[in-house]
């Protein structure tokens, strides 16, 4: 794609979001030519991102900038395959969100949309710098500015609850990360004289197994986006925030950046091999196996569909975290597998959650009885998602699945193969039912809810139908062609 | 040429000096706002000058009037305070153009070149502080600089800032008796007022008179301790700093303090460092409890404070408490944290309190419930108070990141993890006030008084916006910040005994 060198492929992805924000403001009377900003600094974005990929695949390791702000302390990026793929996940549903989002914002009449694609494009800009940070220091700066860039998405609706969400939002968020993380990091740099992320990790023989297993709780918690029970309790709350925003940010960019950090850190600070060979990581295979199933049976007693999405979401992230424990290379593969799976495949249940409130103002599950025949895309690209939830093929779930049970039976732990198992069955339980009601059960009568105009609806929006139908085709597709993100997710974990 | 730059040391002094007692015969305020902007201007030039010298050259020494020390007064410049004297001179001269209409606003016409003046021997009597090497010459600009204090707070609107002056002048009072006392204690025993000198005798007097030289460090922290508003002895600054006019408020929080705690480090390393075992007196001990209850009992009152000064106020106790730790810790990264937020935190809470300034002066309170929607009416100013909040915070890329990092590493390095611990805890709580204002001024619905505000002549922005930008840039930059306050450190600790 773009023929440029690929340290200034960086510095545009580094810079395109901020030009974006900065130009968005200046159509605020506009709103046509603002989207039209926003559409075109997000088509950049991908293509810039795009354009790196071919470097990276052919083992390159381009970097850009090294700032040193105090000594050991650097401001720099490094693509490695691992941020390549978050960021190729990210800018392009980026994309999509941008399209949906014009669709959802004018559908609803949200108030201050200027604002909101601001803080959007900011938010993009701190994933790339998350995505392509090359230490430790780069990754935080850009995490607590994801933190304060979302804060006030999810505050948007400025209501009580809305704002009571945002303080909750940011006490976890910022407090984990100051209280846990910035900790962890000083230490980390107290025992290794570094912080850059190194293949093989950087504390082989630096510290004790004790002392590693409580860098990495300090590490687990620490990184709040992660959402390890009992820190889960800021992403439903969140939940209060336009649909767009719960579907790139909290099940893409933000959580995934949470993620992104947790298998960074196993797979570049630690070390498998040193966390395996000391025995530090096993408690972690515990806490993220407690809270798959807990949060699944949450997802399950919820009526609200966002609700379930925002706890199937908590359950969906501790797969990664689980995939990470396992500590074998091949289970890895399935964790950077299962970013990118779980991407597409809940930004289209809650593209279709957002579609099914524009079209029909509904939000509770008991409410969709028969909505599948008036919104039939929607539902579709719904049950498509769904599949993919439960991880059976043809969808993209599948795949990173299979590699955690593959990596699991390799090293002989049952006890994530009995997790894994076991919460494919919650997920069938918390999804199939609302694929059935929409699809098998009869709409109430009219009489029965009292008949008014807004329930006499079809499909949602143009804007938002193409982004949900493309999100879903991408579900599948990931499936019948898994080489992109497989190559990347074996170039990170060496085999 | 030659002859200037051989005065230059005394010259810091005598130029804020002169120009006060002119800028007391004026009449007119604005002339008079003139005259002191242009005063304020000179120090930076010349504190620049003396700290290229001193970074190239090494210490100055400068004989008042040609009398050697220790018959005369010295001034000696090293490189802590040639980078105190920066601070404060830069500090002044980018508040300086925001001065006139804040002050014009708050203050009566005939009252303002007062007020000037005022001003000006403050400033004076600050760098006097900060360039003095005789301990009884220190004595005297701290009561110059707390006198023309108490007359700068009476002048707020309110009436309560006369209250709060004569709170302050009793405690100021006390305080520099307490200074004083010990002073004259260390001259009882070592018969010198010049610090270098008495450093070099102290050791030997120390073994004579081991109580009186314990006893003379005693009153001086103490003394001192009042004037830097060490808890739990900052009772008098939070009204001080709430009813003070705008413009002193912001001058006070970025320099007296911070010269306050130059003139710790000065006695605390310079002299009884020199002379004796630092680690062994109850210095570290003492610091420790009250920074850490300062960070933490401090912040928490800012939490629960209605009138945005006093809750910038009170978040100032709670931020010198940061700047005490690192002195307690004693360690290089320790003492970088301290000294490098001592500088971080003068432009942060410039910054903070220029911003309340633009509020008061366009919507005439700074009470949080009647600021409902402010940041959209104000949305400039607002947007630098919650910058300059981020790096209260110590959010990363912030130079208030800065500050705490090297206090983190400090602790670890002294092997205090539960500090370590604490100082992250407490930094929290900023997040609690800080938040705090941003959900009323954004996410309220505009309210009354602040319906028909809008940001602030470009004269008052432009300073507020420089301060607000510093105080992110020295988040990424630090060469100036922490990299000589590491060196300075360095040679802190490469004096002790």
Known sequence: MLALAPDTLIMAALTIPIIGALLIPLFHNAPNARESVTLITAGALALTVWSLLPHVLAGARPAAIDLAVVPGLNIAFQVEPLGMLFALVAATLWLVTSVYSIGYMRGNDEPRQTSFYVCFAIALWATMGIAFAKNLFTLFIFYEILTLSTYPLVAHKANAEAIRAGRIYLLILIGTSMVLLLPAIAWTWVLSGTLDFIPGGILKDKATPFALCALLALFAFGIGKAALMPLHFWLPAAMVAPTPVSALLHAVAVVKAGVFTILKVIVYTFGIETLAYAGSGGWLVYAAGFTIIAASLVALRKDNLKARLAYSTVSQLSYVILAAAILAPISAVGAAMHIAAHAVSKITLFFAAGSIYTAAHKTEISELAGIGRRMPWTMGAFTIGAISMIGLPPTAGFLGKWFMLSGAMQTGQWLPIAIIVASTLLNAAYFLPIVYTAFFEREPAAHAVGADAARDHGEAPLPIVIALTFTAAATVGLFLFPEVPLALAKLMAGV | ?497
Not at chain 2, 274 to 283: E, N, Q
Not at chain 2, 352 to 368: C, E, I, Q, S, W
């Open chain 2, 1 to 497: 040429m030659s002859a200037i730059t051989a005065q230059l040391p005394g010259l810091q002094v005598v130029v804020p000096l002169l120009g006060a007692i002119i800028a007391a015969f004026m009449r007119r305020g604005t002339l008079a706002w003139a005259w002191a902007t242009l005063i304020t201007a000179f120090t930076p030039i010349i504190a620049f000058a003396l700290l290229f010298q001193v970074w190239s050259n090494g210490p100055i020494s400068y004989h008042m009037g040609g009398w050697p020390p220790p018959i005369g007064i010295e001034y000696r410049v090293d490189l802590l305070n040639a980078f105190v004297l920066v601070l404060v001179s830069l500090v002044s001269t980018i508040m300086m153009p925001y001065a006139r209409r804040s002050v014009a606003h708050e203050i009566d016409g005939d009252k303002q070149a007062w007020f000037y003046a005022m001003y000006l021997l403050c400033l004076a009597g600050l760098l006097g502080i900060a360039i003095t090497g005789d301990a009884f010459n220190a004595f005297v600009f701290l009561e110059i600089s707390s006198l023309s204090t108490y007359v700068m707070i009476a002048m707020g609107r309110d009436r309560r800032a006369l209250v709060a002056s004569y709170q302050y002048l009793i405690l100021g009072t006390i305080g520099a008796t307490f200074y004083v006392i010990g002073v004259g204690l260390l001259y009882l025993v070592t018969g010198s007022l010049n610090f270098a000198d008495i450093a070099a005798r102290l050791g030997e007097a120390s073994a004579a008179f081991p109580r009186p030289v314990l006893a003379g460090l005693a009153f001086l922290f103490v003394g001192i301790s009042l004037k830097l508003a060490l808890f739990p002895l900052h009772l008098w600054l939070p009204n001080a700093y709430a009813y003070a006019p705008s413009f002193a408020t912001a001058f006070l929080a970025a320099t007296a303090t911070k010269v306050a705690v130059y003139l710790f480090l000065r006695i605390a390393f310079s002299i009884y460092g020199v002379a004796l075992d630092l680690k062994a007196l109850p210095v570290s001990t003492v610091l420790y409890p009250l920074s850490i209850a300062a960070m933490f009992i401090a912040s928490i009152l800012a939490v629960y404070e209605q009138n945005l000064k006093r809750m910038l106020a009170y978040s100032s106790v709670a931020q010198i408490g940061y700047i005490t730790l690192g002195i307690a810790l004693m360690n290089q990264a320790g003492l970088t944290g301290g000294i490098v937020h001592l500088f971080n935190h003068a432009l942060i809470k410039g910054a903070l309190f220029l911003a309340l300034g633009a509020v008061m002066y366009r919507a005439g309170t700074v009470k949080l419930d009647d600021l409902g929607g402010i940041g959209r009416t104000m949305p400039l100013t607002f947007a630098a108070f919650v910058l300059a909040g981020m790096s209260l915070m110590g959010v990363p890329g912030t130079a208030g990141f800065i500050s705490k990092y090297y206090l983190i590493v400090g602790a670890l390095d002294a092997g205090k993890w539960p500090v370590a611990f604490l100082i992250v805890a407490s930094s929290l709580i900023a997040l609690l006030y800080i938040g705090r204002a941003v959900e009323v001024a954004y996410f309220r619905p505009v309210s009354k008084a602040v319906a028909h505000a809008k940001d602030p002549p470009l004269m008052m922005l432009v300073p507020m916006l420089a301060l607000t930008f510093a105080s992110v840039y020295f988040g990424i930059d630090t060469e100036l910040s922490a990299g000589v306050a590491s060196r300075i450190a360095e040679l802190l600790i490469g004096g002790l005994k």
